[in-house]
């Protein structure tokens, strides 16, 4: 089998061959992945109603429906232990994500941010009693204590409503870690320096030592200098350490930035934790703990730790004779803790393995879900983990998933995209078709993705596709609505002469304002009709899906009617009309859009599609009915309405669909076009 695409809950972990990610200017809001597939004549299963048994697609078409989003200020709690605007966040970036351990716990991991994008979307409010406010999509997912949650209630696959938050309901995640005024005023500087200064001197053992001694990191060295030199606190210089733990002073020295204040306050406290941590922290399994070293360092950090409001428990360390200071509340207090004090050391601010605990006043909880009614720039990422951390929550990233689609509404230019592209599909795929066991069958193409969407004009696969085909002697088949296709038409007809080639492209309706809105970003209805006569003008037979067709929008005997008349004339050697039909996934999209567009008709379809994916069999029977004569009327004839064909196209010869048909159906079969 070839690679297959991207899980619906776990978008793009792992994938494999992977060579890199791409973004480029003309595809915008675009994500390209390279790979390198093992495989790509991909075996159709025997229980599916369709009448081919393989298929090749160069393209894993993931266009994410991008609903789940969040506004750009949206903090996300980074690798490093600090936050960073969502909006700022790039491809390659490490975030935190969370992991289920088996113990119906979740523990911190590492994980890197696989996509990012932006988009609009409609805004919505939601108010937490810790005072986080966060502006998200409709869509969009939160963990809750009885699992994912929507933000707004909506229609699932069955009738019921999805779950969503409510006032009340409690999230999962440590809470926002929220830094009390004025601890970033000048006096954190001089705090940290005291702390970083007398903490070196205590773990380097030998008073008489310069500062900085060897146990000091890079980052916290980094940090000092900038006090030092860029603040000029206090006039100091660094020196050697005197016997007091202070440095020496230069001539004009007012103070030491090693001396005690007399009467600490926050920022001082604050910035004096941030030095002792990046002296004197450790991490273990995601736990930070402090080891101070002497009994008056031990009392400095406790009374800080104290005048900021955090509990602190003293427990035996890893060194002999020496005890450690550990925050008690979990992740959730370390994370504070992290932001309050802001150590420089990215090491101490590493919660990777920790539990997934609430704040010790509890979880946070939902007081209030307010719809805005402003459209506003969103952005979202794709996690390896399948999930981040927002704003002390933990948020469900959006979900990347295949696309099975021929109206493609999921890839238009309302959404951002994925696009695995098989780099190497010409050579693997030749390499396949010289097996011994190939028996040269029909292979069939944008049955499941379309091999000549955009992407094809910046990476040209088909070409070496088609060559490769018609080279082995294999019958092959193309199904459309990407003009791209004209660039091959030379390479198409020179190997109809070869082997059987069949060509379609599927055209929903002509009206191009109704177009533009269902299918934006795909090539209008009259351009897929010119490609139609630029099809049949090289020679070549094409048919045409009238898929999928809308009830109660472009189902009258008059719009079908019209349809017919222009595929028609533009040479289409038959025709094949396909109801609606809505897959898991693109049903929920689809119906926000009707709700949008057409609210009248929303309850109508709900009715139709009661019952799952295909509309209901006394209205397929009478789509079937009101389409035979139209198309015998047109000459359209030549393919059986209503029933999947040879790739959605043919050489002017029905095509019987093998299979049972789907429970309670009669007979009149869809394709699974969304």
Request: aromatic share 6%; proline share 8%.
């Amino acid at each position: 089998m070839g690679f297959d695409g991207i899980g619906a809950d776990a978008a793009l972990p792992g994938m494999r061959g992977l060579l890199r990610s791409v973004r480029t200017p003309e595809f915008a809001g675009a994500v390209f992945h390279e790979v390198e597939a093992r495989s790509v004549l991909n075996r159709v299963a025997s229980s599916s109603p369709v009448p081919f048994g393989w298929t090749v697609n160069p393209y894993r078409g993931c266009s994410h429906a991008c609903t789940y989003c969040l506004d750009g200020a949206t903090p996300v709690l980074a690798a490093d232990g600090r936050s960073r605007p969502i909006a700022d966040l790039r491809a390659g970036d490490e975030v935190v994500g969370t992991v289920a351990d088996g113990q119906n716990r979740r523990r911190f991991v590492r994980t890197p941010v696989l996509a990012h994008w932006s988009t609009r979307r409609r805004a919505q409010r939601v108010t937490l009693d810790d005072g986080t406010v966060l502006v998200t999509s409709a869509e969009h997912r939160f963990l809750t204590r009885d699992g994912w949650a929507h933000v707004r209630p909506g229609r699932c696959r069955s009738s019921v409503d999805r779950p969503h938050l409510r006032p009340g309901t409690a999230l999962v995640g440590p809470g926002a870690a929220t830094v009390p005024p004025g601890v970033r005023s000048e006096g954190y500087g001089a705090g940290y320096l005291c702390g970083l200064v007398r903490a070196d001197a205590v773990r380097a053992r030998v008073r008489a030592e310069p500062f900085p001694s060897a146990w000091v990191e890079l980052e916290a060295l980094a940090r000092a200098h900038h006090l030092l030199t860029a603040r000029h606190v206090a006039g100091a210089v660094p020196g050697p350490v005197s016997g007091q733990g202070g440095v020496a002073a230069a001539p004009e020295r007012v103070s030491s930035p090693a001396s005690w204040p007399a009467r600490p306050d926050a920022a001082w406290s604050a910035g004096f934790l941030g030095g002792v941590l990046d002296a004197c922290g450790e991490v273990s399994a995601g736990v930070l703990r402090v080891v101070p070293g002497d009994e008056q360092l031990t009392r400095a950090t406790v009374d800080a730790l104290r005048r900021l409001r955090f509990r602190v428990a003293s427990e035996p360390s890893g060194r002999a004779g020496t005890r450690a200071l550990r925050v008690l509340g979990g992740a959730a207090e370390q994370l504070r803790l992290v932001a309050v004090a802001d150590p420089a050391v990215a090491r101490v601010r590493d919660v990777t393995g920790a539990l997934v605990e609430e704040p010790p006043d509890g979880a946070p909880r939902v007081v209030d879900v307010h719809d805005t009614g402003e459209v506003v720039p969103m952005f979202d990422i794709t996690t390896g983990t399948g999930d981040f951390v927002a704003a002390g929550v933990v948020s469900h990233n959006c979900f990347a998933r295949n696309t099975h689609t021929y109206l493609d509404l999921d890839a238009g230019a309302d959404f951002d995209s994925q696009i695995v592209v098989k780099v190497n599909v010409a050579r693997v795929l030749e390499r396949e078709l010289a097996r011994p066991g190939w028996r040269r069958e029909h292979v069939a193409m944008g049955t499941n993705t379309d091999p000549y969407q955009r992407a094809e004009g910046r990476y040209r696969l088909m070409p070496g596709v088609i060559a490769a085909l018609a080279r082995s002697g294999t019958p092959f088949s193309i199904l459309t609505k990407g003009t791209v296709l004209t660039r091959d038409l030379p390479d198409l007809a020179a190997a109809h002469a070869d082997v059987q080639v069949g060509t379609g492209v599927s055209i929903a309706l002509l009206d191009r304002e109704l177009s533009a809105r269902l299918e934006p970003g795909t090539p209008s209805p009259q351009a897929r009709l010119d490609l139609v006569r630029r099809i049949t003008d090289a020679g070549l037979p094409c048919g045409v899906m009238v898929a999928p067709v809308l009830p109660w929008l472009t189902d009258s005997e008059e719009a079908l009617d019209a349809v017919l008349g222009e595929i028609a004339a533009a040479g289409a050697t038959g025709a094949t009309v396909l109801a609606l039909h809505l897959r898991p996934g693109t049903r929920e999209w689809f119906l926000q859009w009707l709700g949008r567009e057409y609210p009248a008709l929303l309850p109508r379809y709900e009715r139709l599609y009661r019952r799952g994916a295909y509309a209901g069999r006394d209205y397929r029977e009478a789509l079937h009915r009101r389409v035979v004569p139209l198309l015998a009327r047109h000459g359209l004839d030549r393919v059986v309405p209503d029933r999947p064909v040879q790739g959605g196209v043919g050489a002017g010869t029905p095509v019987a669909a093998p299979g049972e048909p789907p429970p309670g159906d009669s007979g009149c079969r869809q394709l699974s076009l969304l």
